[in-house]
């Protein structure tokens, strides 16, 4: 049985056309990206959801943290699929484990900047990486420049594009949290994974393409990109915003 959520469809591109072009950038110390595993077949994962919702108001929202809700998939043969879990998500969060030798995996489970946290402990200590810039072209394509502190010897850094939603409520008819009204807010609609190259002025760059044009409906949407070293999941600096 298919769910019988609350969202539908739009075509991205016509939403895209009605947006400026925008950029977003970090200072040279770093932007932490706060990561929640969850889903919404989960009965423990609400709560963490709200919290992370509660960020819309944080004064250090895109300036000092960048929010980010990848919904997994494992929870989808256990009596509600989730419309917004994507393999891609669940592969995410297992290589995480793995490259911390845990045997397992779990929602809610927050990372903040690369490691495994709650939000009653405290953060990391603060670096100074450099400076990313993520500029959004009105068509939805745009490109990623990360400019590091002190000279590098990297040959080319990994980064990801978001399209994140907000203010997204699903019903769920089935499963743990049956009879409920879910909010979402930093929900990951899409992600884009690049490649940045060295420039003749020494910063690292790629472009980015537009956003598939099905995506699902949100009340509304920000974009985020984070940089990190290659084949390490540990982001090293992030920025986004509001497009809309």
Same mark, same amino acid.
């Given at each position: ?15 895209? #056309?009605? *947006? ?5 950038? =970090? %200072? ?5 990206? $706060?990561?929640?595993? /969850? ?92 400076? #990313?810039? *993520? ?5 939805? =394509? %745009? ?5 590091? $502190?002190?000279?590098? /010897? ?91």
């Amino acid at each position: 049985m298919k769910p019988n959520i609350v969202w539908s469809l739009l075509s991205f591109l016509s939403f895209a #056309l009605n *947006l400026p072009a925008q950029t977003f950038k =970090s %200072g040279p110390g770093s932007t932490a990206l $706060i990561e929640l595993y /969850t889903s919404e077949g989960c009965s423990s994962c609400p709560p963490a959801d709200h919290w992370l919702g509660e960020l819309k108001t944080a004064k250090n929202l895109w300036t000092e943290i960048v929010p980010i809700a990848f919904h997994i998939t494992y929870w989808d043969d256990l009596g509600w699929p989730d419309p917004y879990a994507k393999p891609a998500f669940t592969t995410r969060q297992r290589n995480y484990a793995t490259a911390w030798n845990a045997r397992s995996v779990y929602t809610p489970e927050f990372i903040y900047q690369g490691r495994e946290w709650h939000p009653d402990r405290a953060t990391p200590p603060a670096s100074r990486p450099g400076i #990313l810039v *993520l500029q959004r072209n009105p068509d939805g =394509s %745009g490109m990623v420049t990360f400019t590091p $502190i002190g000279a590098s /010897t990297a040959k080319f850094y990994e980064a990801s594009v978001a399209v994140l939603g907000g203010d997204v409520f699903v019903k769920v008819r089935s499963g743990e949290n049956a009879g409920r009204t879910l909010a979402h807010d930093f929900l990951a609609l899409n992600i884009a994974s690049l490649r940045l190259t060295r420039t003749s002025s020494g910063v690292f760059s790629a472009s980015f393409p537009p956003p598939p044009d099905d995506l699902p409906k949100a009340g509304r949407h920000a974009l985020a990109a984070w940089v990190s070293n290659p084949g390490d999941l540990t982001p090293l600096q992030a920025t986004g915003g509001w497009i809309d």
